[in-house]
């Protein structure tokens, strides 16, 4: 079975300082995907970036990359020159592989509540 | 763009009512799924669906139903509202073909409380 474990429930930073923010996975599968969604307080989700099990590079898109170390499991996400709009709910989500009806099946952390302060 | 929209934003069930929660999308997803959120917890897949006509069991199915009689609409239906039930509800969608690095795409999510 697998596993999506956030240990930092709550994070406070300040503005413009970077930020990491922990995910370890569990799974037996060699192939699967890591997800990272944001969940600002009005509720929606947003999808922040994705770093596949078989992937040389970590995955950067614009102010995130992820840190992937996959002897340790961890996928953690780092988000440089913080802002206040990054405070949010950020959910680290895996999903493994499919391979006969190809569905997004997710399995999410409990998440980290990050904030920003001035 | 539309993408995916749910219907009720909100919603306030009695105990044993039964109630509808209507998803649709406009981007030709083929996969379309349920989640629920408990406060201060993460997503759990409730059901899903891998096209029009098959639908299959996620981890917490129990007290749902779903059906797929189109592309566009996954509904999720409860039939005895249970105060466990309590909870948000998130129906989102994807592209199909087996590609690994494609996201879901969620809705703005209905929170729905069991008194």
């Known amino acids: 079975a697998q596993k999506i474990t956030q240990t930092q429930p709550g994070m406070f930073v300040q503005e413009k300082e970077a930020v990491t923010l922990d995910c370890t996975y569990d799974?037996?599968?060699?192939?699967?995907?890591l997800f990272w969604y944001k969940q600002p307080s009005s509720g929606e989700m947003i999808f922040l970036i994705y770093?596949?099990?078989?992937?040389?590079q970590n995955a950067t898109e614009g102010r995130y990359s992820l840190n992937f170390q996959k002897a340790r499991k961890s996928a953690n996400l780092v988000i440089s020159a913080s802002q206040l709009g990054d405070s949010a709910m950020y959910f680290c989500?895996?999903?493994?592989?499919?391979?006969?009806?190809?569905?997004?099946?997710?399995?999410f952390g409990q998440g980290t509540r990050l904030t920003i302060n001035p | 763009n539309a993408g995916v929209t749910q219907t009720p934003k909100f919603r306030i069930l009695k105990i044993g009512q039964s109630m509808t929660l209507q998803c649709t999308q406009d981007?030709?997803?083929?996969?379309m799924y349920w989640y629920r959120q408990d406060p201060g917890m993460g997503l759990k897949l409730i059901y899903y669906?891998?096209?029009?006509?098959?639908?299959d069991k996620g981890e917490v199915p129990n007290g749902y139903n779903v059906s797929r009689s189109t592309t566009e609409d996954f509904p999720l239906r409860l039939e005895l509202a249970a105060p466990s039930q309590t909870s948000v509800y998130f129906c989102?969608?994807?592209?199909?073909?087996?590609?690994?690095?494609?996201?879901?795409?969620f809705g703005q999510g209905t929170r729905l409380t069991v008194v």
């Open positions: 770093q596949g099990s078989y992937d040389q």
């Open positions: 799974t037996s599968d060699p192939s699967y995907g």
């Open positions: 989102a969608s994807s592209y199909s073909g087996g590609i690994m690095n494609t996201e879901a795409f």
């Open positions: 669906s891998v096209g029009a006509g098959i639908t």
């Open positions: 989500a895996m999903r493994g592989p499919d391979l006969i009806q190809g569905a997004q099946k997710l399995v």
């Open positions: 981007m030709n997803h083929n996969y």
